[in-house]
């Protein structure tokens, strides 16, 4: 992503307020080689926080919406039958996949809820820094209608300077002996708007963005965002046609000791992610 104030899509962690995507502009030295992670002094809070706004802003800016919802309150409370915001529902999620992305979601609220979540997660992967793989995610996430403009202005978010930026070559590929890590981890999400033909999701996420690997300068670093998702029903399934993301709710960091830079790198490459059901 690039700079830009509303960029929302990239799940990610990852904004400006609106959307993002999350970026953090690497210290000099590598953050995991410490007992713990040494307290970070607040020019180099401000890069990193800089960095992440940037970021989420970038995919804000190409997949900007309307109007913030009216009303973001829980629609289902006091509404006898319907499952509380917080409740598993245990209600099959999908029925197939386009590609690694997850499709067939159910007509109805659980479903929109579901699809938010899984888009965000697509939408806050390694392959949105790639051309190819981006406008897979894009087209299999969002309603064609806007997916070619959508591309025309990612493409240039993610121009070659902005790629370099993050340590990346101009193909979105990490160097030589580290791993490239950006993934959105949803927590939970509810439903603020719905009707028969459309809704608005939100999905609270935490994400992760870095270069992995020993001596990287940009290491792995969380941030938690909220992404907002205007859904619309499509075909036999349900589509983006704009997000936008803001920061939080962040909770207190725990006293977890860093892990070193192959730690983070072996977990990335050995932990897998889910197909995600409300």
Request: net charge negative; hydrophobic share 35%.
């Amino acid at each position: 992503m690039s700079p830009g104030d509303e960029h929302d899509s990239f799940g990610g962690v990852g904004g400006s307020g609106q959307t993002r995507t999350r970026l953090p502009e690497g210290n000099s030295g590598d953050v995991y080689g410490g007992a713990r992670r040494p307290v970070r002094s607040p020019r180099s809070l401000i890069t990193v926080v800089g960095v992440v706004v940037l970021l989420i802003a970038a995919i804000a800016f190409a997949n900007r919406g309307g109007a913030d919802p009216a009303d973001a309150s829980d629609p289902t409370s006091g509404t006898p039958g319907r499952t509380a915001p917080t409740a598993a529902t245990g209600v099959r999620p999908v029925t197939g996949k386009n590609g690694a992305i997850p499709t067939g979601h159910a007509h109805d609220e659980q479903g929109a809820q579901s699809a938010a979540t899984n888009y965000a997660v697509a939408l806050g992967s390694t392959g949105m820094f790639q051309d190819g793989p981006r406008e897979d995610i894009v087209r299999a996430t969002h309603d064609p209608a806007v997916a070619d403009d959508l591309l025309k202005r990612l493409d240039t978010s993610y121009s070659e300077g902005f790629l370099t930026s993050i340590g990346l070559d101009a193909n979105g590929a990490a160097p030589t002996g580290l791993t490239f890590v950006s993934r959105t981890v949803p927590v939970g999400a509810k439903v603020v708007e719905y009707t028969e033909t459309s809704a608005t999701i939100e999905v609270w996420c935490t994400g992760l963005l870095g270069l992995a690997g020993a001596g990287s300068t940009k290491p792995v670093t969380s941030a938690w965002f909220t992404l907002t998702e205007k859904l619309t029903w499509v075909g036999d399934d349900w589509r983006v046609t704009s997000s936008t993301q803001t920061e939080g709710p962040t909770p207190v960091n725990g006293d977890n000791r860093a892990s070193m830079a192959d730690e983070i790198a072996a977990a990335v490459e050995g932990y897998g992610g889910f197909t995600y059901a409300r």
